[in-house]
């Protein structure tokens, strides 16, 4: 069973400066986990041209979702646009119907600075969620979504049946032995049921278990053998189970 990957490139100097903290890639981890997506990757580069360009351009050919954010606006520093068209080799144009809904918003009070929310990649497809909210721009596989935490939500949120894939089943065995005494039981699981990712989680401070190990898969019946199956070879070193949802 496919699953569809996604990676995410945060943009601005004020993340990696420590000026803001991120919010987007958090909420996007559970919201994609969520709609069966796997998360590959996040990157944060700078207000750099062509370092976004790479990083976008590695990430769309790695991945079928690449979510960007940040660095859209009309000031100096927003640089995805460009950056993103470098991307790919297009050229900047103005897009009629962004420009359009710019200056229907703003009427009379309209700064020319602000159609350069209007110039996109050519060829940009124009996500449009409802005729009250701004598209989002798609070029390829990628989605240029905003920084503004808030923004991003509501825009990733008004888009999102279109990532939505077969879920993932996870479930836990939490162990009272530590990693070294049930390493042996997890390789042996590990090779048995390939479709089957396995985590490993260490808790100093728990009182119970030493150990939660996950199993997840898209095929709920691969997890629940597994699950059996490491359950049978830690034997007494069970503390409990929490089986798939």
């Known amino acids: 069973m496919s699953t569809r990957t996604a990676a995410i490139v945060l943009i601005g100097d004020e993340i990696l400066l420590g000026k803001v903290d991120d919010e987007n ?9 969520r709609r069966g997506v796997a998360l590959r990757r996040i990157t ?58 710019i200056r229907d918003h703003y009427g009379e009070g309209l700064d020319e ?18 005729s009250t909210m701004w598209p989002v721009p798609a070029v390829q596989n990628v989605y240029i979504l ?27 065995v939490y162990s009272a032995e530590d990693e070294g005494k049930i390493a042996d039981a997890l390789d042996a699981v590990v090779a048995e049921h390939a479709s089957v990712q396995v985590g490993s989680y260490p808790k100093l401070d728990a009182t119970d278990y030493r ?32 089986r798939a949802s």
């Not at 019946?221 to 070193?237: K, N, P, Q, S």
């Open 113 to 130: 600075r602000n159609l350069r929310m209007a110039d996109l990649p050519e060829g940009a497809e124009l996500v449009l969620p409802s």
């Open 211 to 242: 150990v939660k190990v996950t199993l997840e898969s898209k095929d709920r019946a691969a997890v629940d053998a597994a699950v059996d199956a490491l359950c049978a070879r830690l034997g007494a070193a069970v503390v409990r189970v929490e």
């Open 44 to 101: 944060v580069v700078p207000d750099v041209v062509a370092e976004i360009a790479e990083a976008v351009r590695e990430a769309s050919a790695r991945c079928d979702y690449v979510f960007t954010s940040g660095s859209v606006g009309p000031t100096h520093d927003d640089l995805t646009m460009q950056a993103i068209a470098d991307a790919f080799a297009r050229p900047i144009v103005r897009h009629p119907v962004v420009e359009k809904m």
């Open 146 to 172: 905003p920084g503004i935490p808030a923004l991003f939500r509501r825009k990733f949120l008004a888009i999102a049946e279109r990532f939505s894939a077969a879920p993932f089943f996870v479930a836990a």
């Open 25 to 33: 890639a958090r909420f996007l981890i559970g919201e994609l986990r």
